[in-house]
């Protein structure tokens, strides 16, 4: 049976189904939003599945944290998701929680960018203004080398990615940025722009 490529809104239902904390909502989203814009940037032909990867990549964390990608196979396998949706969504755990390696340029931007939303995240919130909206690089650099900052972010999975997309971390950042700025009202950084 030809497995039925998911819509946004039902893989939105199908995160929602498996979590309901807001932070683990809105970080998918940011990660939606990123992957749509790195989909845009390399002129890749299928936005849209690039961002049902990315907001379905953390489906099974809330709900078996100590399964985190093995469960997210078991899910997607039983709601006929495409195999490689699956391996794109496990991929991002490449040497954490699994051995599926991120070979696809789409996997290895989400291997990147995972990680990478959250301390862009917790940056902003530093903020006076609170936004994400006029955030540059060079402050999310500044609390890069602070290892205490945002300590559970791991940094050297995200140089790892860069070095594997072939693309220095400047630039990572700041496209990550400009593709959280599209979702700052949904995932919480417009602040008080």
Known sequence: MENVRPTRA???ALLREFNKNDSLIKHAYAVEAVMRHFAELFNERDPEKWAVIGLLH???YEMYPEQHCVKAKEILS???????YIHAVQSH???????????EQMEK???TIDELTGLIAATAMLRPNKSILDLEVKSVKKKWKQ???AAGVNREIIEKGAQIL???LETVIGETIQGMQRVAETIGLKGDM
């Open 147 to 149: 290892k205490s900052f």
């Open 10 to 12: 039902q893989a939105d």
């Open 109 to 111: 931007v989400l291997y």
């Open 166 to 168: 072939g693309m220095d």
């Open 93 to 103: 755990g490449w040497g954490i929680c699994v051995n599926v390696q991120p070979v």
């Open 78 to 84: 039983a709601k006929d998701y495409p195999e490689d």
């Open 58 to 60: 953390d489906i099974d």
